[in-house]
């Protein structure tokens, strides 16, 4: 026994006070202690020829470190000894006062007791069991708290885990509120928007005609005013002649002086003036209407505040302020992306509660703008870190909803009830007359899709149906396009788009060239971001990538369609 326990004792003479393992070629320094030969020769002083003791901070010459042979031997035969010798061997319990073995276990006390100690006074009194028997009892009991803690350990994880999906059910309210808010704005501020434009439009037209009625007044007048002058130069000459002369057909003469009328035209019709006077109206009302809403808004927001902030503690307060603070600020001049909740309890993307609405412009700016484009032909094969790749994630997540504009669809097409969907009609007109409306696309058989893109991000499809799989051009474009004449679709002259009929499919790329693309899809998935001016293109069947255009946009950006033979058929979803 007291070999075993020598042995066990060994390994703790030989290890190396600074890595803590066995010595490795052992080495002894001046002051006599030991150490790895590799550990004190990276311990340094203030000088390469000097070293300190870790153990006693003793200095010592560099030069005096040498090795030790007898640790050397010892640690080789340590190594060599067998692992189980190493153990030291169980010791028997024994009385410290009597010397004699323990066999017996106060459960009193909870000392372990000798047999002299069992019948002793101290003890005699006492619930005293053998060894193995308390044991044996104890480990029931230390089971018995064991189930009692698993139990325990049960209930915590049950508690937490309702708490998490708790706080993820309230996050996800929170988000979906937030959504509401975002929608309800963004709804009122369309409605605004729109208000606006149809009385701006409404004054435009006004302009317009009275420009028309300007004209007209401006000839009459001049007219009959070149009339008047005649006459009068005519009976002046006349005063001039003979008598025999001036008599002659002087009663005609002065019957058509005499029967001379002007006619003056009316400057502004009643009509229009009514239509002014009516626009006025509207103008007044709108704003009495919004200066009444600004003033209970302003009102409610502010006793809404209040009340926010009476019901706070000082560290929410300032946990308010501060995330205030930090909240990014809404341009003036665009709206926020309106981006999809998502259940945090199932990861899922929960329904927009954003509202489609889908009004034809009634007016858009045609000044012209220089454009900067080029394309990126990214293949299919590009891997999940890919832009393309992220982008065609992105395209899984988010389908805004998308209507077609009957306002600038050419005559030929047919556009559904629903706005959802546009055919070429299989019988062309030999004769189609050009359409005065300057919204129109004419002669190119094309038509825009609503909303238009300002800020942030669109994404929607579109199904390619017809004779022979049909023909189209499908893509984006740029407000100020021309509608009339011939279209040169290319990003130079702010088209964006992709070919596709029977069974080629191509970019539409600079100079009017086209490249092929390898795939050919029947519906086709478009991703816009107008921030990044990318364009992104997949095949919305099987997610495979197709082309990606980069663009820097001059203004506003429309989804595009052109149909190219009779039969096609175009349907957006959602």
């Keep these: 026994m007291a070999h075993q326990q020598f042995s066990g004792k060994l390994q703790e003479e030989v290890i190396c006070p600074i890595c803590m393992d066995i010595l490795q070629y052992p080495a002894t320094i001046d002051c006599g202690h030991n150490f790895c030969l590799s550990c004190i020769t990276q311990t340094r002083g203030a000088a390469d020829s000097i070293l300190k003791c870790p153990l006693c901070n003793k200095i010592v010459r560099r030069g005096t470190i040498t090795p030790n042979w007898l640790l050397v031997n010892l640690v080789e035969k340590i190594q060599a000894m067998d692992p189980s010798e190493m153990q030291p061997e169980k010791e028997e319990l024994r009385c410290l006062r009597h010397g004699e073995k323990c066999h017996y276990f106060c459960e009193v006390d909870g000392k372990f007791l000798c047999v002299v100690c069992c019948q002793s006074k101290d003890h005699k009194t006492h619930n005293a069991t053998l060894i193995e028997e308390a044991a044996q009892s104890y480990q029931e009991r230390i089971q ?5 803690l698993q139990q325990k ?5 049950q508690m937490k885990s309702q708490g998490e999906h708790r706080i993820n059910v309230f996050m996800t309210q929170v988000e979906l509120e937030k959504q ?6 963004n709804q009122l501020h369309q409605v605004l928007m729109e208000e606006k434009s149809f009385l701006l439009s409404r004054i435009n037209w006004l302009g317009q005609e009275i420009s028309k009625g300007e004209k007209f007044y401006v000839v009459s007048t001049k007219m009959q005013l070149d009339n008047l002058r005649k006459l009068k130069d005519s009976l002046k000459s006349r005063q001039c002649l003979p008598p025999g002369q001036l008599l002659q057909d002087i009663k005609i003469a002065l019957c058509r002086s005499e029967g001379f009328s002007f006619l003056n035209p009316t400057p502004v019709s009643m009509g229009l003036e009514k239509k002014l006077s009516d626009i006025k109206s509207r103008h007044d009302s709108l704003t009495e209407s919004l200066k009444r809403f600004k003033d209970n808004l302003q009102a409610d927001s502010k006793k809404d505040k209040s009340k926010f902030l009476r019901g706070m503690t000082e560290e929410d307060r300032k946990s308010w302020h501060l995330s205030e603070k930090n909240y990014p600020k809404v341009n003036k001049t665009s709206e926020p992306e309106l981006t999809p909740p998502v259940d945090r309890t199932t ?4 329904p927009n509660p954003k509202l489609s609405i889908s009004l034809s412009p009634l007016f858009r700016s045609r000044n012209t703008a220089s454009f900067v484009s080029y394309s990126s032909n990214l293949d ?3 891997n999940l870190g890919s832009p393309g790749a992220t982008n065609i994630e992105e395209l899984k997540t988010v389908i805004d909803t998308l209507t077609l504009d009957a306002a600038s669809a050419h005559p030929d ?3 559904s009830q629903d706005l959802k969907t546009v055919t070429l009609t299989p019988v062309l007109q030999s004769v189609c007359a050009e359409p005065t409306d300057p919204e129109r696309f004419y002669p190119f058989r094309c038509v825009l899709g609503l909303p238009g893109l300002c800020s942030g991000c669109q994404t929607w499809e579109a199904e390619l149906q017809g004779p022979g799989g049909g023909g189209c051009v499908v893509g984006v474009a740029s407000e100020p396009v021309p509608r009339k004449g011939m279209l040169q679709i290319e990003p130079l002259s702010g088209f964006w788009a992709l070919r ?6 191509q970019a539409l790329t600079a100079a009017g060239t086209r490249e092929d693309l390898s795939v050919c899809p029947r519906k086709v998935g478009v991703r816009v971001n107008h921030e990044c001016g990318e364009i992104v293109f997949c095949d919305a069947t099987t997610s495979n990538h197709l082309y990606t255009f980069h663009a820097s946009f001059p203004g506003q950006i429309f989804p595009f369609f052109r149909l190219l033979f009779p ?8």
């Design 500 to 505: 596709i009929a029977g069974s080629e499919c």
């Design 567 to 574: 039969g096609t058929q175009i349907t957006l979803s959602p």
């Design 380 to 382: 299919s094969s590009d």
């Design 347 to 350: 990861k899922s993307v929960l």
């Design 144 to 148: 018995s708290q064991i189930e009692v």
């Design 180 to 185: 509401k808010v975002i929608t309800a704005f």
């Design 413 to 415: 097409l047919i556009i």
């Design 153 to 157: 350990e049960r209930e915590i994880i």
